[in-house]
């Protein structure tokens, strides 16, 4: 891209921008062709890119597990139910470690938010250019698009908006599961009288308001701020690529290197947002008296 007239500036930018569509400033709907357009466009606006492919690693995670699911023997295991069965036993392990209370949906939660979440971040691991260039040729020669305004980001988790929408379905609930374990009343009297007492009440009601709001945000925010990090080191090292053959095999080393690097980053970001989920909902179940 950048021998293509892009400045090392113009090619970050492009890399860290969503394929955005949603309403223009004159009325009319359709894609952003730059980061002010898709600004503009406000909150309606839909990243199109980051809900395709979070949507499409979904599918393939729920139909790779049927499949399984279908095809499992009491014999002698295929590498592919190995591999399911390790999976769902070291979740059963987290969830019987993690979480006190009884409920059924908490471990097929677990299952799918680690699962999910590794998938989207091992897109990461795909090179930088060879799915945005697909999709600019494809809007270039199917939609007659401007490919420089062709953006696609494949890496769902480095998108605010998808860890920001998980972290708040595990909220969601959380506080449902709260009010349903111990009442309205109990659940409001938790946040009102711990960890001072009664005579605390102002000053509980700040403590465990800032506590309960701040779970889904570092939620949120731990995802995607190493995914972000890590996706634009990975934009960073491409650049090397076009500065000569030395600082192009330089560029080649570091990233195998950081690949190596980057699968344990997206493995533990998976795992702590799966027991951080699993703790919620014990806090959830957990009625003080």
């Known amino acids: ?28 709907w359709g894609f952003a062709h730059n980061a002010m357009e898709a600004k ?11 809900l395709a492919w979070s949507l499409l690693l979904g599918f393939l995670f729920m139909w790779l597990f049927r499949k399984v699911a279908k095809n499992a023997t009491a014999g002698v295991p295929g590498k592919l139910q190995n591999f399911v069965e390790s999976i769902i036993e070291f979740i059963d392990t987290s969830v019987r470690g993690s979480f006190s209370g009884k409920n059924d949906l908490v471990a097929p939660l677990a299952l799918t938010i680690f699962v999910w979440i ?9 090179a930088v250019d060879w799915l ?32 920001f929408g998980m972290a708040l379905a595990v ?9 349903k374990e111990k009442g309205l009343g109990g659940f409001l009297g938790e946040l009102a009288f711990q960890p001072f007492g009664k005579w605390g009440l102002p000053v509980n009601l700040i403590l465990e308001g800032v506590s309960l709001i701040s779970k889904p945000v ?31 095999t330089f560029g080649g080393l570091l990233q195998v290197g950081w690949a190596i690097f980057h699968i344990l980053i997206i493995t533990l970001q998976a795992f702590i947002f799966m027991t951080l989920t699993i703790v919620y909902m014990d806090m959830a179940h957990q009625k003080h008296h």
């Open 132 to 163: 945005p260039q697909v999709a600019m040729l494809f809007g270039e020669h199917f939609l007659g698009m401007d490919p420089h305004h062709v953006y696609m980001k494949i890496v769902p988790s480095t998108d605010p908006n998808i860890t």
């Open 118 to 126: 590794f998938l989207m971040n091992f897109m990461d691991l795909i």
């Open 40 to 50: 503009e466009m406000g909150f309606w606006a839909f990243h199109v890119d980051s």
């Open 218 to 248: 570092s939620l949120a925010l731990r995802l995607f701020g190493n995914m972000y990090a890590g996706e634009t080191i990975f934009i960073l090292i491409a650049l090397m690529y076009g500065a000569g053959y030395a600082m192009g």
């Open 1 to 28: 891209m950048t021998s293509e007239g892009l400045t090392s500036t113009d090619y970050i930018k492009h890399h860290l921008q969503n394929l955005t569509f949603g309403k223009h400033a004159d009325g009319h």
């Open 171 to 179: 909220f969601w609930l959380m506080l449902y599961y709260s009010v």
